[in-house]
């Protein structure tokens, strides 16, 4: 069990694509599957590989060849230029990966309108998003490390595409369920 962790890293260095690519769509998709168990649904197995064809085909080359090209105009982890790559991030890579997700799932599910999730959820969305990213992870793990906080954002991200609005507040019903209902049964008592 020891070993997969010397032979993960000598295939980051060796094929780094191929190796970021499919470990962020594994994440990704792996955090579609357990939003579905969170809300208590039964798994979608045909929505999760709707969510890993818009992830391998899009999402993870996309966010590689783009810290890719973050990393070689603003090299470094000085705050400043920290700084620099999560705005650089914010304004053109997260709206662009925000927007192929919602149109990509879209095309994928056979809706009418492909642009209707974007349009109603993008904003709230976009407001909830990495900074650490650039500031602490080497290079060579920087889509990797994106794919894990992806594993996170997903499960965020695939609840609002499936049934909440875009915020946080909503891919959390089961806190807001769990004080609701204690709040009701404290009167009755």
């Given amino acids: ?28 998709s792996s955090g579609d599957a357990l939003q ?6 039964q798994n979608d197995w045909r929505q999760t590989r709707r969510v890993a064809t818009v992830v391998v085909t899009f999402h993870a080359n996309f966010n590689y060849v783009w810290l890719g090209l973050l990393e070689r105009a603003l090299p470094g982890r000085a705050p400043r230029i920290v700084l620099a790559k999560v705005l650089c991030d914010q304004v053109v890579g997260a709206p ?6 919602y149109a990509g799932m879209s095309i994928l599910q056979g809706k ?15 407001m909830v998003r990495q900074l650490t990213n650039f500031s602490l992870v080497p290079v060579q793990w ?33 806190f807001h369920t769990k004080g609701s209902s204690a709040i009701k049964e404290s009167p009755e008592k």
């Fill in 96 to 101: 662009i990966a925000v927007s192929a997700f």
């Fill in 36 to 41: 579905q168990r969170l809300r208590g649904a």
């Fill in 142 to 174: 920087r889509t990797a490390y994106a794919g894990l906080c992806s594993f996170l954002w997903a499960i965020f991200l695939c609840f609002s595409q499936q049934s909440g609005d875009g915020t946080f507040k909503s891919a959390l019903p089961f």
């Fill in 1 to 28: 069990m020891a070993g997969w962790w010397p032979a993960l890293s000598r295939a980051a260095r060796r094929h780094p694509w191929p190796t970021n690519v499919l470990l962020y769509g594994a994440l990704f």
């Fill in 112 to 126: 009418d309108d492909i642009f209707l999730d974007l349009k109603q959820k993008f904003w709230n969305t976009y």
